[in-house]
């Protein structure tokens, strides 16, 4: 499979594994609404907070929308990756320019997506799938490396979606009037597209000329693309009862159904010959209310009569925030259809690149939860806003059409302190529950089930596991033994089984072990040591 190579590639393909882990502080006095509604807006560099949360979301996540930035040299974006690499060290806290100022943009913007990617395919169910919006500049390359990261077995389409609905006059080539939505889903054998709702014009196709009690139908050719060399049993005539003439085929081009399948149409009146009984070849009378689907199938060409278009989004921002719009907002209708594409109510959605907060404020609408990272100040002056007024009921963008009266609620999260020093010990802040949902993560790769408080060193089984910790966050000045940190003698004939009869593994992850390996291994016990063995994605 063909690959891309960019400038410091060779130091970001792996750099999503030197992101700390970091804890999460939620803040109270900027949360609103239900705080259990599961829905998290959370400040701060994306690929950190990714990291962060991967914990406790890997595998759980249905569909992901992010607009990153386009990279046209308008945005003022910076590159900040903390990467152990010279030439891309040089790049840092520098705007990336426009062509002609910046000829390493374009591997800024790759090197700035890769380890984001990475992590992002980690939160994906199996039948989940991800949405990058994007235009001309980028979208090559991005196709490239989501083929990479996802595999191109599972890409599933480049949506072309028309943002404006008239030329732009000044434009000195041709008037850009589409982005696209390039789409990949975890496993595309799992994954399957929703179907989108029956509009006005898709029913108008049906109608009833002949008063047939079934009710509207429309016609639907009796052909199909077969020769009658390739298909002889399809090639034979069929007798219009109407004019009692023998109807052939062409041969090129054969009916579509054999003997026994057209009598059955006969008996059943299924076979019109037009308005008079006079038509050459027949058609088969489908009826709107036998459709397997009340949906039809996405295409892969959205226009702006259907999703709406960017001036659209930005009247949203400006009913939201007249004061201080956001330049660059994605019409709700546009995510509506993506979400109710990719997801249904109840689902979660991840949006790693928030900025005006659109994908949440859908998602919300749409019954959906949704995890929402912003990195600036606009995570406070934009996003917070705009989810509270969703949850008080805001009546914009698809909030008619979808009869949103209000509810739910979000928190509202920090980055705090990485969950280790950088000596590699247990950072003084991290809680037991911290570390159990970190623990577990890195032993099995699946979020902990519940929440561990620590009343039991037990804090969860995977695929005939048991995973224990053994911690005490206030042991300071304590020896370890007595701080119930090392896996002693005595310690180990106290663990808790998951069952009376569990027979599986038993995992000890401690700051020590006094116990000989001899006896662990009859016991079938493993002891993995605190932190050095601690090992994540």
Not at 83 to 105: H, M, Q, T
Not at 489 to 506: C, H, Q, S, W, Y
């Amino acid at each position: 499979m063909p690959t891309l190579d960019w400038i410091g590639k060779k130091a970001v393909v792996n750099h999503h594994r030197e992101v700390p882990y970091r804890l999460i502080h939620c803040d109270n006095n900027l949360s609103h609404g239900d705080p259990d509604a599961g829905n998290l807006l959370v400040q701060g560099d994306n690929l950190e907070a990714l990291k962060a949360l991967l914990p406790y979301y890997a595998g759980k996540v249905k569909c992901i929308y992010i607009d990153p930035p386009y990279n046209t040299g308008n945005e003022s974006w910076v590159y900040n990756d903390n990467v152990n690499s010279p030439e891309i060290r040089a790049w840092l806290g520098s705007v990336v320019g426009k062509e002609a100022e910046d000829l390493s943009r374009h591997d800024k913007w790759l090197c700035m997506m890769y380890p984001r990617l990475r992590l992002l395919k980690e939160f994906l169910s199996d039948d989940g799938s991800i949405w990058i919006s994007i235009d001309d500049n980028e979208v090559h390359g991005l196709k490239l490396i989501l083929d990479e990261i996802f595999g191109r077995r599972n890409f599933i389409s480049n949506v072309i979606w028309q943002k404006k609905y008239a030329p732009a006059n000044d434009a000195l080539w041709l008037s850009e009037s589409h982005d696209h939505i390039v789409v990949y889903a975890r496993n595309k054998n799992a994954w399957r597209p929703n179907k989108l709702a029956r509009t006005e014009q898709a029913n108008a196709a049906y109608k009833n000329p002949d008063s047939d009690p079934r009710g509207p139908w429309r016609p639907d050719n009796y052909t199909c693309a077969k020769t009658a060399d390739e298909r002889p049993n399809l090639y034979y005539p069929i007798t219009n009862p109407n004019t009692l003439e023998e109807i052939w085929p062409s041969r090129s081009r054969v009916w579509g159904y054999g003997k026994e399948e057209n009598a059955r149409h006969i008996a059943e009146g299924l076979i019109w010959w037009g308005k008079n009984g006079n038509n050459k070849v027949p058609a088969l009378k489908r009826f709107r209310d036998t459709l397997r689907s009340e949906g039809t199938n996405a295409q892969t060409i959205w226009l702006w009569e259907e999703v709406s278009h960017t001036q659209d989004g930005r009247k949203e921002q400006l009913s939201l925030l007249p004061n201080d719009p956001f330049p660059t907002p994605k019409p709700e209708k546009l995510v509506q259809r993506i979400i109710e594409l990719a997801s249904n109510e109840g689902d979660l959605i991840l949006d790693s690149f928030t900025g005006s907060g659109t994908t949440g404020a859908v998602a919300q609408k749409l019954g959906r939860r949704h995890i929402g990272v912003e990195m600036g100040e606009h995570a406070v002056t934009h996003v917070v806003p705009r989810y509270s007024k969703v949850v008080d009921g805001e009546q914009g963008g698809i909030s008619k059409a979808v009869s949103w009266t209000g509810g739910g609620g979000f928190r509202f999260c920090t980055l705090g302190e990485p969950l280790f020093d950088a000596d590699g010990n247990v950072s003084p802040a991290v809680t037991f529950p911290d570390l159990a949902a970190h623990v577990f993560f890195c032993e099995t790769g699946s979020p902990i089930p519940k929440r561990a408080d620590g009343a039991s060193p037990l804090i969860g089984t995977f695929q005939n596991r048991a995973i224990y910790l053994l911690h005490s966050a206030e042991a300071v000045g304590v020896a370890r033994e007595q701080a119930g940190n090392v896996l002693t003698g005595g310690v180990l004939e106290t663990l808790p089984l998951p069952a009376k009869d569990f027979a599986g593994a038993r995992i000890v992850y401690a700051e020590g072990c006094t116990v000989p390996d001899d006896r662990l291994s009859a016991l079938g016990v493993t002891f993995k040591q605190i932190p050095y063995q601690i090992e994540g994605i």
